[in-house]
Every structure is written in structure tokens, then in C-alpha cells.
């Protein structure tokens, strides 16, 4: 079955500093979306991408979709305290399902 | 967006017995949810799609007869987790979809803990 592999698995910043997510399927998507896990609590949907090489930002993230729509980043400028928790994206497999990677969980320190 | 609500949002429970899980959409119909569960620091695993009105579709590896699936109507799908052991112990995760392959609505989620 399709496997979405998310590295780093573990990342501690200096608040203030950049963070970035990698996320690398093993075959083509038709999307990926990514969630936000704070501690505790449950995925919440930040975004989803839907065309190759889509680049769309909110505040201080940065979403790519790579150009053969197999790879996917999310990128955090000069994080926050409020940044913490763990970053997932997800890309479809048979219709409706979600598959999940393995998730980067991001600590800052202030 | 729209609202899933899970209950309870945690439970103990003593080896053996069977715990209900209970997982609403509040504000649409969802003739399809999702059950994940989350072990501590690590992903989503996929347990089973529910399916309204029909047999619930669960994963590779995962036992239905222990996990038990009913999704009796557009707004409400059940999880009974049967004879439950320690390893049993878990998040569990609902979710739903308001299209297809669209962006997931997550449930709270329930801590379950067995003793």
C-alpha cells in the first residue's frame, strides 16, 4: 500500500528560529493536507495542496507541493511557543482514506 | 468547519470488560467516518472506515470481532472496543469528511486505559 514517510521525527528550536517538515510518498498524490497535533489534544486540517509545485502560505507557514505531486514541505519562519505540537501531513489512498506520516514533533524553546 | 464530538473524552476500565466510544457529527451528516488510534508520540494508524447503514470496512491487521463498528445512523458511529486488555490502551480518534478525500473533522479523542 502507499506509504508517506515524514521526517524529522523529533525537532527542537530556539524560539525565533525557522522550522521545517519533509514529507515523501511513495507514489503519486492527487493531494496532501497537513494537520496540526497540539499536545493532548486532536488533529486539527491546516491546508491542503492540489496542484503541482502549489506554494500557499498562511501568516508564518509555508506549504510546497513538489512538481511531481510525490513530495510535500511545510515550513514554520521565526517560530513561536505557540508553534508546539506535532505536524502530520496525510495524503489519500483508495478514494476517501487518509494515510498519515509519521509526524514531526516540534518543541520551542523561549 | 464543521464539529465532531467524541465521548468520553477518557476511560479506565478493568481487563476484560467492553468500553462503547462513542463518536457524533454535530452540524452535518456524515455517511462515512474514520477510526484511528494513536499511540503516545507516534502517528494515526487507520483502524476501520464506518460506513452508515452497512458492515464497517477496517484495516489490515485489525480484529473485528474485537473492535466493533456500528454506524447506525448519518450522525452517530460507535466504537466498542470488546474484552479489553492493557495493550488494548490507546487514543482513539474519530473523524469525517464532509467530501470525498476532503480535509478530515477530528473527534476530541478518547484516552482508554486498561487495567
Known amino acids: 500500500g502507499q506509504q508517506v514517510m515524514q521526517i524529522p521525527q523529533y525537532q527542537h528550536v530556539q524560539e525565533g528560529e525557522d522550522f521545517t517538515t519533509y514529507c515523501n510518498s511513495s507514489?503519486?498524490?492527487?493531494?496532501i493536507q497537513w494537520y496540526k497535533q497540539r499536545p493532548g489534544g486532536h488533529p486539527v486540517f491546516l491546508i491542503q495542496l492540489v496542484k503541482s509545485g502549489e506554494v500557499k502560505k498562511q501568516k508564518r507557514l509555508t506549504f510546497q507541493f513538489g512538481e511531481a505531486k510525490k513530495n510535500s514541505s511545510l515550513h514554520i519562519t521565526a517560530t513561536q511557543t505557540t508553534d508546539v505540537g506535532t505536524y502530520f501531513c496525510?495524503?489519500?489512498?483508495?478514494?476517501?482514506?487518509?494515510?498519515f506520516g509519521a509526524g514531526t514533533i516540534l518543541r520551542v524553546k523561549s | 468547519g464543521a464539529v465532531v464530538s467524541q465521548h468520553p473524552s477518557r476511560v479506565i476500565c478493568k481487563s476484560g470488560t467492553s468500553v462503547k466510544i462513542e463518536c457524533r457529527s454535530l452540524?452535518?451528516?456524515?455517511?462515512?467516518m474514520f477510526w484511528y488510534r494513536q499511540f503516545p508520540k507516534q502517528s494515526l494508524m487507520l483502524m476501520a472506515t464506518?460506513?452508515?447503514?452497512?458492515?464497517?470496512?477496517?484495516e489490515q491487521g485489525v480484529e473485528k470481532d474485537k473492535f466493533l463498528i456500528n454506524h447506525a445512523s448519518l450522525t452517530l458511529s460507535t466504537l466498542t472496543v470488546t474484552s479489553a486488555h492493557p495493550e488494548d490502551s490507546s487514543f482513539y480518534i474519530c473523524?469525517?469528511?464532509?467530501?470525498?478525500?476532503?480535509?478530515?473533522?477530528f473527534g476530541e479523542g478518547s484516552r482508554l486505559t486498561v487495567l
Open positions: 473523524s469525517a469528511s464532509l467530501g470525498r478525500a476532503g480535509e478530515l473533522f
Open positions: 496525510a495524503g489519500p489512498e483508495g478514494g476517501n482514506k487518509l494515510v
Open positions: 464506518s460506513n452508515e447503514g452497512s458492515k464497517a470496512t477496517y
Open positions: 452540524d452535518f451528516q456524515a455517511t462515512t
Open positions: 507514489t503519486t498524490l492527487s493531494n
